[in-house]
């Protein structure tokens, strides 16, 4: 099993609606999570780091279940511009090899939003 | 510049030659992650380097791939004798490492071709 894993989609949203998607993580003591958003044949760039208690940044949300072990990033009024592969990051650490806190990711979770 | 820096962007090669490809991470950064991806594929996880630890080379495809890291910030990645399943686009990430909550930022990558 891996240890991050998402659907790969694609979601197809038409927009202005709303799209959510989870991702599982498999270790229980991992600490932080992030979202992170690549456009095609582009590098993976920080959306929004996903904290405890849940957290917005404008039209995304982002949430913790710690119980279950998933995260989620929800959209609303989806832009065009929203299009993109959304990555899940889970951090943890470990004291294997070089010793620190060590980010997984997971396969992404392609988001089309056609007009 | 204040972001990661790689280089070449790009690189087209012969089948067998070996390659280098460099990475500048942001300074300060302790922590510095090597990934590839194939066209539509997601990140795959190649080392990482923390501070002056061991590095964790346990996403290295085989033994052709090999990578340093000289004084704690630059980081170069060699790939001998190359085959054309090599072909992908090699990414570099680095953080503040310590502590959790640090994200990844990531260079623009290395495209690299094998002919």
């Known amino acids: 099993r891996k240890e991050v894993e998402q659907d790969p989609g694609p979601f197809n949203v038409p927009e202005g609606a709303t799209v959510a998607f989870n991702c599982t993580y498999s270790?229980?003591?991992?600490?932080?999570f992030f979202w992170y958003r690549q456009d095609c044949r582009k590098e993976p760039k920080l959306l929004m780091s996903?904290?405890?208690s849940g957290n917005e940044d404008g039209r995304f949300t982002a949430q913790l279940n710690r119980a279950s072990q998933y995260i989620s990033l929800l959209i609303r009024d989806s832009k065009l511009s929203d299009s993109a592969t959304y990555l899940c990051?889970?951090?943890?650490?470990?004291?294997?090899?070089?010793?620190?806190?060590?980010?997984?990711f997971g396969g992404g979770t392609r988001v089309l939003v056609k007009p | 510049g204040a972001g990661v820096s790689q280089s070449p962007s790009n690189k087209v090669t012969e089948k067998g030659k070996d390659v280098e490809l460099r990475c500048d991470p942001i300074?300060?950064?302790?922590?510095l992650y090597w990934y590839r991806q194939s066209l539509g594929q997601g990140l795959e996880f190649l080392i990482y380097?923390?501070?002056?630890?061991?590095?964790?080379k346990s996403g290295l495809p085989s033994d052709r791939f090999s990578a340093e890291r000289t004084g704690g910030s630059v980081s170069t990645l060699t790939i001998q004798r190359t085959q054309q399943e090599d072909s992908a686009v090699y990414l570099c990430?680095?953080?503040?490492?310590?502590?959790?909550?640090?994200?990844?930022?990531f260079g623009d990558g290395t495209r690299l071709s094998i002919l």
């Open positions: 996903v904290y405890s």
């Open positions: 300074s300060g950064h302790t922590a």
């Open positions: 380097f923390q501070g002056n630890s061991a590095p964790d």
């Open positions: 990051v889970v951090s943890r650490y470990t004291s294997r090899g070089a010793a620190g806190n060590k980010l997984t």
């Open positions: 270790n229980s003591a991992s600490q932080s």
């Open positions: 990430a680095s953080s503040l490492g310590q502590g959790a909550g640090q994200p990844q930022h």
